[in-house]
């Protein structure tokens, strides 16, 4: 549309309303939801399953190809298991207390698996395989119901409320944060490799994976001492408990990009706004990243990914970087801060008004209708940037450091009030501003050293990048650092009652690292598609806002609801990345590369049972990133 680069491709798939999955006269009764959760839904990348979380039960669906519409019905209905019973608590939901708080599949060793955190402080893993293996042999009851041969392959409870999840592939660890202000990792027993055939059944029924985790030891222990010696487990499976934080931590992630095989890396955000890169084997604070400057609720930490520099598309100017020209930036202490927030107004189909406005009559000449279009005449005047040659190469210049932002757009602390009997869990007793607290174990003393991955992190509407990340006893104040924001990318002008503070909070992060995305959900009921950019001349890290979903035109069609997200998952398209199930139709070379980049899936799901997909997809003529656009499927 115009833009000076080679834009993301996304197109709609299809649109589900709740009378079209749950008609009136139709068998099948739609599921009740649990509110006020972070994402519940997900997508199998290496089978055509699709997973949601309703309260403590998880529903399986086959999406069709190509419109990835799901049934009404489930291919399975899993009851969660309880790790214990009479736990005592606070719960978002005293009648429901084993309701999931957090879906997420990812790869454990060889294994994909689907966990789930749960408001009672259980967290529960199963194999996809176990799950899809279970269909397929077709022995569920009538009901749909779980069938008893599912096993779990971790049942755990945390103590307090459990909502953050992280796992890491190659070190065989499952992270949980919780409402206890502390992060409990779980490190799997190791084993030799798996080969071929080293799956067997286990007493139950259930497929088991054998080799690569020891799967069948019930017992979990904490070490006496911590050392590099744990990384060499392989009688014991090992529970670590990491303590720091003083306030409720939503969201934690892993390094998987390679560069960190064994685990060492954890990162953890709390609802302060403070950031801590954990050491795990050394159960030490590498170092405490403050994420603005102001310490309030205001900018809690939602969401966290760790992401590989590599994934990052090669750029030459500062449009291609940063999505505009105009570029705000200041340097010092703790490193140079480049604010694009005004890239937000650049971006084609996409509404600064909530579509809520066309309900209540936006036509031209109804007191909403000029309300409407002054909000949008007010927006565009401050987002306007200069009429300049958008192509010109020549960056001898850096950004204008002057520009200004109206205060609609930036943060307010005042406007922030944290709901009393819902999701108030996450929440403390005071809603001040929170005084910073020194980690409980000192940081490091080893040389300074910078980390190997990137730290992308979003609040209740604000969305940062950091990287060249040190740490060490000299580092400690983060010099050097540089830090890309973007405000309120996600927000728009709703008119009062459509919702309530609660989703406003952008609490969905996903990764498609081979095409260079991350895609964050804001609760309200948007997505943003964001491309991770390196700037060769400037040797600077950045990123560009591609594509805010639902589009304009589908708002003003009443594609939208006037509802919360539930969940937004992402994953390979059937046939591409050997979905189970599939005809799979990607070509390789004689090094098993794929030729072509594979297409995604993605699938916004909203508390009314609406669902819109959408297809993602990179030209292969968009080249330019670390990974040579080369993507091994193991």
């Known amino acids: 549309m115009g833009r000076a680069w080679k834009e993301l491709g996304v197109l709609p798939c299809s649109h589900q309303t709740p009378a079209d999955r749950y008609p009136k006269n139709g068998d099948v009764r739609a599921p009740s939801v649990a509110w006020f959760r972070n994402n519940l839904t997900a997508l199998s990348q290496c089978r055509n399953l699709f997973f949601a979380a309703y309260y403590g039960q998880i529903y399986v669906y086959k999406p069709e190809f190509p419109s990835q519409k799901i049934s009404s019905k489930p291919e399975m209905i899993i009851d969660i298991p309880r790790a214990s019973l009479g736990l005592r608590g606070y719960y978002i939901n005293p009648a429901k207390p084993h309701s999931v708080n957090q879906l997420v599949i990812s790869d454990l060793g060889h294994e994909e698996i689907v966990a789930v955190t749960c408001d009672n402080g259980d967290v529960v893993a199963y194999t996809t395989r176990s799950i899809y293996d279970a269909i397929e042999r077709d022995t569920l009851d009538e009901s749909g119901a779980q069938s008893p041969r599912i096993r779990t392959i971790l049942l755990r409870n945390v103590g307090e409320s459990a909502w953050g999840l992280a796992v890491h592939k190659a070190a065989r660890l499952i992270a949980v944060s919780s409402n206890a202000h502390n992060v409990t990792v779980f490190a799997f027993a190791l084993c030799r490799e798996p080969s071929p055939d080293s799956l067997h059944e286990s007493d139950e029924g259930g497929p088991l994976p054998a080799g690569n985790i020891s799967l069948g030891l019930e017992e979990w222990v904490q070490p006496l001492v911590y050392s590099e010696s744990l990384l060499r487990r392989s009688t014991c499976n090992f529970v670590i408990v990491l303590e720091a934080h003083t306030y409720n931590i939503p969201s934690i992630a892993f390094c998987n990009t390679g560069a960190d095989p064994t685990g060492r890396y954890l990162v953890s955000t709390d609802i302060g706004g403070l950031?801590?890169?954990?050491?795990?084997?050394?159960?030490?604070?590498?170092?405490?990243?403050?994420?603005?400057?102001?310490?309030?609720?205001?900018?809690?930490?939602?969401?966290?990914?760790?992401?590989?520099?590599?994934?990052?598309?090669?750029?030459?100017?500062?449009?291609?970087?940063?999505?505009?020209?105009?570029?705000?930036?200041?340097?010092?202490?703790?490193?140079t801060v480049y604010n694009n927030t005004i890239s937000t107004n650049a971006v084609p189909d996409s509404s600064a008004l909530h579509p809520a406005f066309i309900k209540i009559g936006?036509?031209?000449?109804?007191?909403?209708?000029?309300?409407?279009?002054?909000?949008?005449?007010?927006?565009?005047?401050?987002?306007?940037s200069d009429d300049e040659d958008t192509n010109d190469e020549d960056e001898s210049e850096e950004p204008d450091s002057t520009a200004v932002y109206p205060t609609s757009l930036q943060n307010d602390s005042s406007m922030f009030n944290p709901p009393i009997g819902t999701d108030a869990i996450l929440y403390d007793s005071e809603h001040e501003a929170i005084p910073k607290r020194q980690a409980s174990s000192a940081p490091s003393k080893s040389p300074i050293s910078t980390l190997p991955f990137h730290i992308f992190h979003t609040s209740k509407s604000d969305i940062r990048l950091m990287s060249n990340i040190r740490y060490g006893p000299s580092a400690e104040n983060g010099t050097g650092r540089n830090t890309v924001v973007c405000q309120s990318a996600l927000n728009q002008k709703t008119p009062p009652g459509v919702l309530t503070s609660w989703a406003e909070r952008l609490n969905m992060v996903l990764q498609i690292p081979e095409l260079g995305i991350v895609a964050i959900a804001h609760q309200a009921g948007r997505v943003a598609l964001l491309t991770m950019t390196k700037n060769l001349k400037k040797d600077r890290f950045g990123f560009r806002l591609e594509w805010i979903l639902p589009f304009r035109t589908?708002?003003?069609?009443?594609?939208?609801?006037?509802?919360?997200?539930?969940?937004?998952?992402?994953?390979?398209?059937?046939?591409?990345?050997?979905?189970?199930?599939?005809?799979?139709?990607?070509?390789?070379?004689?090094?098993?590369?794929?030729?072509?980049?594979?297409?995604?899936?993605?699938?916004?799901?909203?508390?009314?049972?609406?669902?819109?997909?959408?297809?993602?997809?990179?030209?292969?003529?968009?080249?330019?990133?670390?990974?040579?656009?080369?993507?091994?499927?193991?």
């Open 275 to 335: 950031i801590f890169v954990w050491d795990i084997w050394q159960r030490k604070v590498l170092s405490d990243i403050t994420a603005h400057p102001v310490r309030s609720l205001n900018y809690a930490g939602w969401g966290l990914a760790c992401l590989d520099p590599r994934s990052c598309r090669l750029s030459n100017t500062v449009l291609e970087t940063f999505g505009c020209q105009d570029v705000s930036y200041r340097s010092g202490i703790p490193g």
């Open 362 to 384: 936006n036509a031209p000449g109804s007191a909403a209708g000029i309300a409407a279009v002054a909000e949008a005449q007010l927006l565009a005047q401050f987002f306007e």
């Open 554 to 634: 589908q708002e003003e069609a009443g594609i939208r609801p006037d509802v919360a997200l539930l969940g937004m998952a992402i994953g390979p398209v059937q046939g591409c990345g050997k979905l189970s199930g599939s005809a799979t139709t990607e070509r390789r070379d004689s090094k098993g590369f794929v030729n072509e980049i594979r297409r995604f899936r993605l699938i916004l799901t909203y508390y009314d049972h609406t669902i819109i997909s959408y297809e993602i997809w990179r030209s292969t003529a968009d080249s330019g990133s670390g990974t040579e656009d080369q993507i091994l499927l193991l």
